[in-house]
């Protein structure tokens, strides 16, 4: 019969895990408290400057637009929120380094050495890409696609005036979706450096992995052939990517493994 007895709170072990579990929210707690008090005070840094930083967001499309073109506001506090959701967004950007630091050191306690010293670069290399990633979307994609609406709007003889929160909606979906994009190439890493998925297995799916590309291009951008190749062509390239450098990323041999550097501090 299984062994059902409940903790016993004069058992020295069960205290011991209690007060290890405390100890473990208490940090969590204190990391969560700094990760955000950093995005909050670089945010309240930018707050001055948020009418010049949604300006700078919102100039892929005021470029596009036909002359006499502007941007709208249909709700009341629209023109105080979003140019603050969008400071917001920025400062979070900025911060994401110490918000990921804290992180790491809640979570590299418990890592062996040889997963230290693989999580620190796919970090660092994550966040670089997913910038890369928005910035691909902000200086090609937006100019490209607003463009090609603008110009598709005139014959119809309709005017494109946006609404500042729709936009906001539009270019935060874009930015996420781009963003996430780029990260393929460490996502193929990470599934062959860990044994998830072998690198042949991978080459092998090849068609399967284009034909979702076009499809996810087609969910999350607009419905024009331009931007879904605009984000099609990127994802498969990065798979292709992803492909080559797991080439040179190997899983750990067992006898690393078992040794004594692969045991947590």
């Known amino acids: 019969m299984s062994d059902t007895r409940s903790p016993d709170p004069q058992d020295p072990q069960d205290e011991s895990q209690q007060e290890t579990f405390i100890s473990h929210l208490v940090e969590l707690r204190q990391r969560l408290v700094k990760a955000v008090a950093g995005i909050i005070l670089v945010f309240v840094s930018l707050v001055y400057w948020a009418p010049v930083i949604f300006n700078l967001f919102a100039a892929p499309l005021m470029e596009s637009l036909p002359k006499g073109g502007k941007m709208i506001v249909t709700d009341v506090t629209g023109s105080f ?4 959701k969008v400071t917001l967004l920025v400062a979070f950007l900025i911060a994401l380094p110490w918000v990921l630091y804290q992180v790491w050191q809640f979570v590299a306690p418990g890592l062996y050495q040889h ?20 910035a691909f979307a902000y200086f090609l994609v937006f100019p490209t696609v607003f463009h090609f609406m603008a110009h598709y709007n005139a014959p119809l003889g309709a005017e494109m005036s946006t609404d500042i929160d729709k936009y906001l909606s539009f270019a935060m979906t874009t930015f996420l979706a781009f963003g996430i994009t780029f990260e393929v190439p460490v996502v193929v890493i990470v599934l062959v ?6 690198l042949e297995k991978l080459k092998q799916i090849r068609p399967y992995v284009i034909v979702g ?30 492909l080559l450098l797991a080439r040179f990323v190997g899983r750990p041999s067992p006898e690393a493994t078992a040794s004594g550097e692969t045991q947590p501090d």
């Open 81 to 84: 929120f979003v140019p603050m």
């Open 115 to 134: 997963e230290k010293r693989l999580i620190l670069p796919l970090v660092s290399s994550s966040y670089f890409l997913f910038l890369c990633g928005v």
């Open 193 to 198: 450096r860990f044994g998830v998925v072998e």
């Open 213 to 242: 590309a076009f499809i996810i291009a087609a969910i999350v951008t607009p419905p024009d052939v331009l931007s879904q190749l605009l984000l099609a062509v990127p994802l498969v390239a990065l798979y292709e990517l992803g």
